[in-house]
């Protein structure tokens, strides 16, 4: 299989030295990610296209294709056919060959492109091509402007290909063609959300987490914080960064003003991350504030906020409300855990001051004991994003399970795009799917004289999990870990 693949638009319309650069970034982005599904498969291109060959007969189209969706700086995918260029009718029976089937009923365009020196009009050829595809394939007729179908040939030197399937890409810019952020995450709706926006956009992401107290809310958001970072940003290396907030928390609420509690805690955090993000070669900060959405996030406490730091602070979602929020974690799929993350609510003011004054937060914050905030930095601890999951630990050993017994119910804690992929086939055994932010809620529903075992693909994620519900006194869960 051969793919043609475009940049995003903007990128097409940089000056040369700029797109090269972008089109360099792509090309080595696309390189690294599918090289890991098959050191075979060859990434090539020029300034203005990257060209992927995939051995045939591996089974690997649909996983290819897959990857190259998430990738951020892609506008178009092209499934194309490559063939010598021996006459224009010859291109009009591939085309027919190609789209025969698929333009009945339907209105469709031709486009050509050309390259090279050829003694025809590239408005020849696709007229050539569509008088052929209109007598032979029975489509509804031609639409130049909105067709239903489009017929797309390049014409290069000796040779044209014809794209068969067009996939639409994720679009922004090419992941680390542009600066480094550090991006504040909670595992929230609003965090994660922020976070895809800026690796979109080719943004590099450390990823900073605030432990205000919960062991559970920081394993919930090494999760959700892999999973972003695996889809959408794995052809770079990241750190999670966990700064253990609680005695900036209590520090607060022994020396601040109750009203400015909100206030004086996001303007702590913006202090700490300004400290980190220097660390890191990070030039700006990402959070996830929409304007108006708590108290907060006022424009006039925002400002008193961002005060704080000398640092740029990029809020991508400042005018998206709740709803597009939600509906666009949904669609890249951290919604699942958002509704499910435990958190930490414990800087919660009666009133909570919305049009907070500069000099008398100052004054509240003077109050405090700025060794306690230069503590909890001193004392964050980084982790690779690749290694999150490895690194997190159980609160009991759990037994694994390489042959279970024919009464034992295999639980597929997956997330379920992962299951859909590669979906797990027991011979003897029932299987069921509980994606494993769901398992806390649902674990109380399920029979209690049996016996379960959780599964995923590493083993990593199900014996976590199997250990928090152990310690949790469910003493009938084990590890399903197939022997290799």
């Not at 922020?194 to 990823?207: I, K, N, P, T, V």
């Not at 409300?321 to 509704?339: N, P, S, V």
Request: glycine residues 8%; neutral net charge.
């Amino acid at each position: 299989m051969k793919l043609l693949i475009r940049p995003a638009p903007e990128v097409a319309i940089k000056s040369k030295p700029v797109r090269r650069q972008q089109m360099r970034y792509l090309r080595q982005n696309i390189r690294k990610i599918l090289a890991r599904l098959d050191a075979d498969i060859r990434v090539d291109g020029s300034w203005d296209r990257v060209d992927v060959a995939v051995p045939e007969g591996r089974g690997l189209s649909g996983l290819v294709i897959d990857e190259l969706l998430r990738i951020p700086g892609i506008s178009t995918i092209q499934e194309i056919g490559v063939f010598p260029f021996v006459s224009m009718d010859d291109v009009a029976e591939k085309a027919v060959a190609a789209f025969g089937e698929r333009l009945r009923g339907k209105t469709f365009a031709v486009r050509v492109r050309r390259h090279g020196d050829q003694d025809f009009r590239s408005i020849d050829l696709e007229r050539e091509v569509g008088g052929a595809l209109t007598q032979r394939a029975r489509p509804r007729g031609v639409d130049l402007r909105s067709p239903e179908v489009e017929v797309r040939i390049e014409v290069q030197d000796d040779h044209f290909h014809i794209a068969h399937r067009r996939h639409r890409g994720l679009g922004g810019y090419p992941f680390g063609s542009v600066e480094t952020v550090m991006t504040l995450v909670s595992g929230g709706y609003d965090s994660s959300v922020a976070a895809y926006l800026m690796m979109r956009r080719g943004l590099r992401s450390h990823f900073l987490f605030f432990n205000l107290g919960g062991t559970a809310h920081e394993v919930g958001v090494r999760q959700v914080v892999h999973y972003l970072w695996s889809r959408y940003g794995s052809s770079h290396g990241a750190k999670f960064v966990s700064v253990p907030f609680e005695g900036v928390v209590a520090e607060i609420m022994r020396s601040v003003n109750h009203r400015h509690w909100g206030v004086v805690l996001k303007r702590q955090m913006l202090k700490a991350a300004s400290a980190i993000a220097q660390q890191n070669n990070a030039i700006g900060l990402v959070t996830g504030d929409a304007v108006a959405q708590v108290s907060s996030q006022t424009l006039t406490n925002l400002n008193v906020v961002d005060r704080a730091s000398e640092d740029v602070v990029l809020r991508p979602l400042v005018s998206m409300d709740k709803e597009a929020i939600i509906a666009l974690a949904r669609e890249i799929g951290t919604e699942a855990y958002a509704r499910t993350m435990p958190e930490y609510c414990g800087v919660i003011s009666q009133k909570p001051v919305t049009r907070a004054r500069l000099h008398r937060v100052e004054e509240d914050e003077a109050l405090m004991d700025a060794a306690v905030l230069q503590q909890a930095i001193d004392n964050r601890q980084d982790t690779p994003v690749a290694r999150l999951l490895e690194t997190t630990t159980t609160p009991e050993e759990v037994e694994l399970v390489h042959t279970p017994e024919v009464d034992d119910i295999i639980i597929d804690v997956r997330h379920p795009a992962e299951g859909e992929q590669s979906p797990l086939r027991m011979t003897n055994n029932h299987v069921i799917q509980i994606p494993f932010y769901e398992l806390n809620r649902e674990i109380a529903a399920l029979e209690a004289d049996k016996q379960y075992l959780l599964y995923c693909d590493r083993g990593t994620m199900s014996r976590m999990h199997a250990g928090h519900l152990k310690a949790g006194g469910h003493t009938n869960i084990k590890v399903y870990a197939p022997a290799s």
